[in-house]
Nanobody, 123 residues
Framework: QVQLVESGGGLVQAGGSLRLSCAAS????????MGWFRQAPGKEREFVAA????????YYADSVKGRFTISKDNAKNTAYLQMNSLKPEDTAVYYC????????????????WGQGTQVTVSS
């Protein structure tokens, strides 16, 4: 089992930055792939970014490419999502997810989830 706890959300003006953290506990965190997803009210959960533990590969949704950066610090058992140049359309609850084998955009394949952290971007 892996337990995930997100933090770092909040209210920020358009153009600002936030860094979300996802603290993990339980099994060895280093060999888990990580994903960040978001869900706005009335919308489906949406892929944001993914990190593959073998090779450190990353993948981003087109809507955040060049603005967001996913990273993982195994020594701290923490994954991050650095969000720059935020836009009002980035407003959502952000979730981190982990899976031992899956690396991709489909949230249904991730086994472990955090509780979410709210990000609100004002115009």
């Amino acid at each position: 089992q892996v337990q995930l706890v997100e933090s770092g959300g909040g209210l920020v003006q358009a153009g600002g930055s936030l860094r979300l953290s996802c603290a993990a506990s339980g099994r060895t965190f280093s060999d888990y792939n990580m994903g960040w997803f978001r869900q706005a009210p009335g919308k489906e959960r949406e892929f944001v970014a993914a990190f593959r533990w073998t090779g450190g590969y990353t993948y981003y949704a087109d809507s955040v490419k060049g603005r967001f950066t996913i990273s993982k610090d195994n020594a701290k058992n923490t994954a991050y999502l650095q969000m720059n140049s935020l836009k009002p359309e980035d407003t959502a609850v952000y979730y981190c997810a982990a899976d031992r084998y899956y690396y991709g955009i489909d949230y249904l394949h991730y086994d472990y989830w955090g509780q979410g952290t709210q990000v609100t971007v004002s115009s």
